[in-house]
């Protein structure tokens, strides 16, 4: 059974900078997207995407919120995803969560195309 585990979170002032890692445990398929998600307050129901990349690494997909200030990468060799976060901005503030693909290949941002999640981890953005 496949785990995942969001790390890299905490709170920073705005202009700042934070790394989001994601190990996965367990069996998972590698030929398969990975991806970012965040539900911002108020919005729990909703994930947003945030950013997705592709079983070989090769093609990524950004929210036009992001677009220029996050990088999105993964390691298969090592079971892991990592986000770069650049420029944050107080509307960046939300829980992130990683996630696995069960689309067969490229799922791009939508929710519904992920099957294994995280549990989170926290981002605050201070004015």
């Known amino acids: 059974q496949v785990s995942l585990m969001e790390s890299g979170g905490g709170s920073v002032q705005a202009g700042g900078s934070l790394t989001l890692a994601c190990e996965v445990s367990?069996?998972?398929?590698?030929?398969?997207?990975m991806a970012w998600f965040r539900q911002t307050p108020g919005m729990e129901h909703e994930y947003e995407g945030v950013?997705?990349?592709?079983?070989?690494?090769?093609?990524?997909s950004y929210d036009e919120s992001v677009q220029g200030r996050f990088t999105v990468s993964r390691d298969n060799a090592k079971n892991t995803l990592s986000l770069q976060m650049n420029r944050l901005q107080p509307e960046d503030t939300a829980m992130y969560y990683c996630?696995?693909?069960?689309?067969?290949?490229?799922?791009?941002?939508?929710?519904?195309?992920?099957?294994?999640w995280g549990r989170g981890t926290q981002v605050t953005v201070s004015p």
């Open positions: 950013a997705a990349i592709s079983p070989d690494g090769r093609l990524e």
């Open positions: 367990g069996y998972y398929d590698k030929r398969e997207s």
């Open positions: 996630a696995v693909g069960k689309c067969g290949g490229w799922c791009s941002l939508n929710p519904y195309a992920y099957g294994a």
